[in-house]
C-alpha cells in the first residue's frame, strides 16, 4: 500500500467518524455529563438509592460513549500526522506503523458505527442469554453446549464479564440448558440478534453407524433488569423450591439444598438457579432472572400490538443460522446471508461478522 492510499483511507475513515459523531452529538453529551456530575456529586445523592443507581448509570455509560469517539478521533488525528511525516521523510518504519494503525481504526470505526444502530429501549443494558437443546437428541444437547462455549469466547475475546447463572446437563454428553449473563456497554442490542434457532449439520460422533445428524438448539437473549425497572413481583405470586445442585453425570455439586427453583405462579414461569453455594444468593439470581423475563414478557407483549397495527411479517424465533460440517464446512445466517467457510473459528468465538450483519438487517427491517 502507498502512503497516497493510506492517506486515503484515513480521509475515509474521517468521514464516517463524522458521521458516526453525528449522530452521538459528544457535545450535547457532555454538557449532559456536566450535568449529571452536579447531580452525583450531592452529599444526599444515596437517600434515593432508586435515583442514584438511574443518575449513576446513565452518566457511566455517557462518559463511555464520548471517551471512546474523543479517543478514536485523537488517534485518527495522530494516524494522519504521522502518514504526512512519512511521506515527506521517506520513513519506511513511520509508514508500516501507519499502515498498522489506519487498519486497527478501521475495524474499531466500523464498530462504532454499528453501535450507533443500537437504539431500541434496551439495547445498552447487559445481557441474559439461555441456550436450550431442542431436537435431535444427544447431538442437539452437545451442539448447545458448543454453542455455550462459542459465546463465552466471544465473551473473553472482548474483555467482557461472562458468568453462568444455571446450567442444566444430559445424561449422554452436552447440556439441556444454560443461562448467562454478559455484562459490557450494549450487550443486549448486540446479542440479541443471536436470538433464534440454531441447526447444526454433521456426522455424529455418537452415531455407531457414522450416519448424518441434525441437531437444533434456541438462543434466547433478554435485558438485564436495572433497579430501575420497578419489577414487582409479590412473594405471594411465587413458589419457590430447594434442592441439591448437580453436575454431570448426576453428581452431586454439594451437599446441601442451595439450588433455587422459582415458578411465577401468575405467568407459570419457571426459574432455576445453582450458581452459587448460599440459597439466598441463588433465590436472588433467580428472581433477576424471572425479573428480566417479565420484563421481556412486557416488551414482546407491546411489540405485539405493534406488529399487529402495521401487519408485520417478521418471523423472530425461527431458524436464523445454520452450522454445516458435513458433506462441507460453512456457517451461515439465513436472514442475512452472511456465510464464512471456517466452522471451528466460528465455535471458538469469531462471531462479529454475524452480529454486524445481523444489526444491520435488523435496521433495515424495522424501516421496512
Known amino acids: 500500500m502507498t502512503l497516497e492510499q493510506t492517506l486515503e483511507k484515513i480521509a475515509g475513515l474521517n468521514k464516517s467518524l463524522q458521521a458516526i459523531e453525528a449522530v452521538i452529538d459528544p457535545a450535547t453529551k457532555r454538557v449532559e455529563i456536566a450535568e449529571l456530575e452536579l447531580q452525583v456529586a450531592l452529599p444526599d445523592l444515596w437517600d434515593s438509592p432508586e435515583r442514584a443507581q438511574r443518575l449513576t448509570s446513565r452518566l457511566s455509560v455517557l462518559q463511555a460513549d464520548v471517551d471512546r469517539i474523543t479517543r478514536l478521533r485523537a488517534r485518527l488525528e495522530d494516524a494522519q500526522v504521522l502518514a504526512e511525516l512519512a511521506l515527506e521523510e521517506t520513513d519506511a518504519e513511520a509508514q508500516s506503523e501507519a499502515e498498522r494503525e489506519v487498519a486497527v481504526l478501521k475495524r474499531e470505526v466500523e464498530t462504532l458505527e454499528i453501535r450507533t444502530l443500537l437504539s431500541g429501549e434496551y439495547d445498552d443494558r447487559d445481557a441474559l ?4 437443546s431442542e431436537a435431535g437428541g444427544v447431538d442437539a444437547a452437545d451442539f448447545a ?17 461472562c458468568e453462568v447463572w444455571d446450567i442444566s446437563y444430559a445424561e449422554e454428553a452436552g447440556i439441556k440448558s444454560a443461562t448467562f449473563s454478559v455484562s459490557a456497554p450494549y450487550a443486549y442490542g448486540t446479542l440479541s440478534v443471536e436470538q433464534g434457532t440454531h441447526r447444526l449439520v454433521r456426522i455424529s460422533p455418537f452415531d455407531n453407524q457414522g450416519r448424518r445428524q441434525t441437531g437444533f438448539a434456541g438462543v434466547e ?3 438485564r433488569v436495572a433497579e430501575t425497572d420497578h419489577i414487582d413481583i409479590p412473594e405471594a405470586d411465587i413458589k419457590v423450591d430447594v434442592y441439591r445442585s448437580s453436575g454431570p453425570g448426576g453428581q452431586s455439586v454439594n451437599t446441601t439444598d442451595s439450588a433455587v427453583r422459582v415458578t411465577h405462579l401468575p405467568t407459570g414461569l419457571v426459574v432455576t438457579c445453582q450458581n452459587e453455594k448460599s440459597q439466598i444468593q441463588n433465590k436472588a439470581s433467580a428472581l433477576a432472572v424471572l425479573q428480566a423475563r417479565l420484563l421481556e414478557k412486557a416488551r414482546a407483549e407491546r411489540e405485539a400490538e405493534l406488529n399487529a397495527l402495521k401487519d408485520s411479517g417478521n418471523s423472530w424465533g425461527n431458524q436464523m443460522r445454520s452450522y454445516v460440517l458435513h458433506p462441507y464446512q460453512m456457517v451461515k445466517d439465513l436472514r442475512t446471508g452472511y456465510e464464512v467457510s471456517n466452522p471451528d473459528a466460528v465455535f471458538d468465538g469469531d462471531i462479529d461478522g454475524f452480529i454486524d450483519a445481523g444489526i444491520r438487517w435488523r435496521r433495515l427491517e424495522m424501516r421496512d
Open 129 to 132: 442469554v439461555t441456550i436450550r
Open 145 to 161: 453446549a458448543m454453542l455455550l462455549r462459542m459465546y463465552q469466547r466471544w465473551a473473553e475475546r472482548h474483555n467482557y464479564r
Open 221 to 223: 437473549v433478554l435485558p
